[in-house]
T-cell receptor
Framework: DAEITQSPRHKITETGRQVTLACHQT?????MFWYRQDLGHGLRLIHY???????NKGEVSDGYSVSRSNTEDLPLTLESAASSQTSVYFC?????????????FGPGTRLTVL | AQTVTQSQPEMSVQEAETVTLSCTYD???????LFWYKQPPSRQMILVIR??????QNATENRFSVNFQKAAKSFSLKISDSQLGDTAMYFC???????????FGQGTTLQVKP
């Protein structure tokens, strides 16, 4: 069965360190998304990609970057981790109509920045 | 810009009873879609129901149905015969082909009591 996996599932890091969260999907979807989930805010979009070599900023992109070198993977990098980036991070992918097709989510990564 | 508002942070219902979760949205898009996602304690986001705005008929999926009031920009979720497994956080979301993204509400935590 097709799926989205995220690794690691839990991560503790220190302020100022670079962190990369992995996202891998086997849906063969062109569209991939990264969200963060915080109490009272729901899910907020960090970055998204509509295909290989395409990346776009979402509403909370400061301090984050992504790259898309193949269809399956969209790693999220925190360039210099800050305590404000402590959150749960979700990766998602969708079919050919972004914004209207169902998004399928990974299990999430809980990141703690000390 | 699209906005989605869920005004009920927490709700509870007795097992086998019916409960309605509220969602209002605002959009300038003419062709948009609305979604309800469920996030159980496992954190996995699961699609509950999807509604195409141009369809007047309310979407249903087994015990889950929506009351879509387009003029009022309201998209409530009704859960009939509530089960303990329905205990979760529920997110309302709106998306369109023009924006290519989903906007999520803040979430409603639902507890089903035995």
């Amino acid at each position: 069965d097709a799926e989205i996996t995220q690794s690691p599932r839990h991560k503790i890091t220190e302020t100022g360190r670079q962190v990369t969260l992995a996202c891998h999907q086997t849906w063969n979807h062109n569209n991939m998304f990264w969200y963060r989930q915080d109490l009272g805010h729901g899910l907020r979009l960090i970055h998204y990609s509509y295909g290989v070599q395409d990346t776009n900023k979402g509403e909370v992109s400061d301090g984050y970057s992504v790259s898309r070198s193949n269809t399956e993977d969209l790693p999220l990098t925190l360039e210099s981790a800050a305590s404000s980036q402590t959150s749960v991070y979700f990766c998602a992918s969708s079919g050919d109509r972004p914004g209207t097709d169902t998004q399928y989510f990974g299990p999430g990564t809980r990141l703690t920045v000390l | 810009a699209q906005t989605v508002t869920q005004s009920q942070p927490e709700m509870s219902v007795q097992e086998a009873e019916t409960v309605t979760l509220s969602c209002t949205y605002d959009t300038s898009e003419s062709n948009y879609y609305l979604f309800w996602y469920k996030q159980p304690p496992s954190r996995q986001m699961i699609l509950v129901i999807r509604q195409e705005a141009y369809k007047q008929q309310n979407a249903t999926e087994n015990r889950f149905s929506v009351n879509f009031q387009k003029a009022a920009k309201s998209f409530s979720l009704k859960i009939s015969d509530s089960q303990l497994g329905d205990t979760a956080m529920y997110f309302c979301a709106a998306g369109s082909s023009n924006t290519g993204k989903l906007i999520f509400g803040q979430g409603t935590t639902l507890q089903v009591k035995p």
